[in-house]
């Protein structure tokens, strides 16, 4: 049997440890949130600076209060704009298509054990 003392000392010992690790569990997070902090704030610097140039760029226009022959200029602008690029697109396909296929094998250098 342990005496009355043991048992207090026991559970003093075992507060203590709980005070300690609380404690240094409690540091921790605070460490983190602290760093938190500081990568909270340079989010914010870069942020203000993005807000900046928010103000210069133009907003949407609503197309419900836009003209019937404005939006259909722009639609048509747009549509002839995706073409001229597949047009571009496939041009280029085309002339690279050539440039890999014309090769005439008359005057390539064949290594002599081909012959």
């Given amino acids: 049997m342990i005496p009355w003392w043991g048992w207090l000392l026991m559970w003093t010992g075992l507060v203590l440890t709980l005070l300690i690790v609380l404690s240094l569990l409690a540091y921790r997070l605070f460490r983190k949130a602290i760093s938190v902090m500081h990568e909270l ?20 226009q609503i197309a419900i209060l836009a003209e019937m022959s404005a939006i259909r200029a722009h639609h048509e602008s747009q549509r002839q704009r995706r073409i001229d690029l597949k047009r571009d697109r496939h041009d280029r396909r085309i002339a690279r298509a050539k440039r890999i296929t014309k090769r005439d094998a008359s005057t390539v250098q064949w290594p002599e054990s081909w012959s």
């Fill in 41 to 60: 704030s340079a989010v914010v610097d870069k942020t203000a600076i993005l807000d900046g140039e928010a103000a210069e760029l133009s907003s949407p």
